[in-house]
């Protein structure tokens, strides 16, 4: 089972930027797939982004805004949120798994507001 511990969460102002990042307790670099989702209040758990092998995809609510990266040497997988929107305040959580996701952070708070 691995780990996953994320930061960088916070209150941001509308067009703003934050980026998240989501430590894991060992290599990510065999890990299968690895993602950030997000639950709004009152709303389903969604997927945000997520890297497969060398794949990676986006839920279009974020296309052209968020970029998911992984730095392997630190173990850490990242989500830069920009031009962040109202829409995006959520918990997000880092999650990875060798083929869906199994093991998951305990999220941190994104809040969009002026």
């Known amino acids: 089972q691995v780990q996953l511990v994320e930061s960088g969460g916070g209150l941001v102002q509308p067009g703003g930027s934050l980026r998240l990042s989501c430590e894991a307790s060992?290599?990510?670099?065999?890990?299968?797939?690895v993602g950030w989702y997000r639950q709004a209040p009152g709303k389903e758990r969604e997927l945000v982004a997520r890297?497969?092998?060398?794949?990676?995809d986006y839920a279009d609510s974020v296309k052209g805004r968020f970029i998911i990266s992984r730095d392997n040497a630190k173990r850490t997988l990242y989500l830069q949120m920009n031009r962040l929107e109202s829409e995006d305040t959520a918990v997000y959580y880092c999650?990875?798994?060798?083929?869906?996701?199994?093991?998951w952070g305990q999220g941190t708070q994104v809040t969009v507001s002026s």
């Open positions: 060992t290599s990510i670099l065999n890990i299968g797939v």
């Open positions: 890297i497969t092998g060398d794949i990676t």
């Open positions: 999650a990875s798994g060798a083929t869906s996701f199994g093991d």
